[in-house]
């Protein structure tokens, strides 16, 4: 277990700070699009589209194990 969540860490850390933020805060914290769009002055789309890659780097990353 600690290892799979060492290797998430180290997935998210590979990633780039506003996607992983905005990753965390989405999935991790439950803060919904909307939100954070406000927050980040985006659009809910390109949270989305944040989203959508680091789910996509994780699922990868995940893959290589």
Known sequence: AM???QN???ALGEL???????FTLS???GVSHRSIA???GISISAVEKHVVKA???LI??????
Do not use: F
């Open 3 to 5: 290892d799979v969540l």
């Open 8 to 10: 998430l860490t180290g």
């Open 16 to 22: 780039g700070e506003r996607t992983r933020d905005i």
């Open 27 to 29: 999935r991790l914290e």
């Open 38 to 40: 406000e927050s980040y």
């Open 55 to 57: 789910v996509a780097h």
């Open 60 to 65: 990868s990353q995940n893959q290589r194990l």
